[in-house]
């Protein structure tokens, strides 16, 4: 078992984006004394939703955890209502590390 570095990437901009709208959460996993892209054991991601309730999605079981190349994932999350939404990454296993990110949503008025 090994630290890994764990790492969550939005590929929109910071700050409130629209309701109804959607962004791609990218995920990376590195061995830490090399910096290589590595698969953990499990990549689970979690996304709590404004309401409070939280979905788990795990690579390998579930279609909405998207592997690119080794080390490389992504999950896109759809923004349906207003309020925070926070995404966090868990690897456990032979690399073992978190990140968390917060999207802010505003409620559209027309």
Same mark, same amino acid.
């Given at each position: 078992m090994a630290? *890994?570095? @764990?790492?969550?990437? /939005?590929?929109?901009p910071v700050g409130p984006l629209p309701e109804?709208?959607? @962004?791609?959460h990218s /995920?990376? /996993?590195?061995?830490?004394?090399?910096?290589?892209? !590595?698969?953990?054991?499990?990549?689970?991601? #979690?996304v709590r939703n404004p309401d409070f309730t939280q979905s788990a999605y795990v690579y390998d079981d579930d279609v909405e955890v998207v592997r690119v190349a080794a080390g490389r994932y992504y999950i896109d999350v759809d923004l349906a209502d207003p309020g925070?939404?926070?995404? #966090?990454?868990?690897?456990?296993?032979?690399?073992? *590390?978190?990140d968390e990110r917060r999207q802010a949503v505003k409620?559209?008025? !027309?």
């Amino acid at each position: 078992m090994a630290a *890994g570095l @764990v790492e969550i990437t /939005v590929d929109k901009p910071v700050g409130p984006l629209p309701e109804g709208d959607g @962004v791609r959460h990218s /995920v990376t /996993v590195r061995d830490p004394g090399t910096l290589a892209y !590595v698969d953990p054991t499990v990549l689970t991601i #979690r996304v709590r939703n404004p309401d409070f309730t939280q979905s788990a999605y795990v690579y390998d079981d579930d279609v909405e955890v998207v592997r690119v190349a080794a080390g490389r994932y992504y999950i896109d999350v759809d923004l349906a209502d207003p309020g925070t939404y926070i995404v #966090r990454a868990e690897a456990t296993g032979n690399y073992q *590390g978190t990140d968390e990110r917060r999207q802010a949503v505003k409620a559209e008025l !027309v």
